[in-house]
């Protein structure tokens, strides 16, 4: 089992960025893709961002292209999301999840094994 460990979250004004990171308990031995959704109050979980094992391999929802940025680190088992130039519709909170495919990715969230208990990122106006 993997466990995943949200951080990062916080409240922050419109234009302001965040960085979160997710940091996996262990490492699949074949390594695993990554993924950010988030959550909104009142509203289904939605895909965020994803990144394959080697990195080559990136995906954003259209609403965050262009100011957000996934990235990872395989040496310590991190993932990150950064986050530029906020809006309040960015509200929400945000889980890392990760795939036991390591060299693919996907918007959906059938294709995550692993699920962080996610963090909250509120922005204000």
């Known amino acids: 089992q993997v466990q995943l460990v949200e951080s990062g979250g916080g409240m922050v004004q419109a234009g302001d960025s965040l960085r979160l990171s997710c940091v996996a308990s262990?490492?699949?031995?074949?390594?695993?893709?990554a993924a950010w959704f988030r959550q909104a109050p009142g509203k289904e979980r939605v895909f965020v961002s994803a990144?394959?094992?080697?990195?080559?391999?990136?995906l954003y929802a259209d609403s965050v292209k262009g100011r957000f940025s996934i990235s990872r680190d395989n040496v310590n088992n991190i993932v990150s999301l950064q986050m530029h130039s906020l809006k309040p519709d960015d509200t929400a909170v945000y889980y890392c999840?990760?795939?036991?495919?390591?060299?693919?990715?996907?918007?959906?969230?059938?294709?995550?094994?692993?699920w962080g208990q996610g963090t909250q990122v509120t922005v204000s106006s």
């Open positions: 262990r490492r699949p031995y074949s390594g695993y893709a």
């Open positions: 999840a990760a795939s036991k495919v390591p060299y693919d990715i996907a918007p959906g969230e059938a294709w995550y094994d692993y």
């Open positions: 990144i394959d094992w080697t990195s080559t391999r990136t």
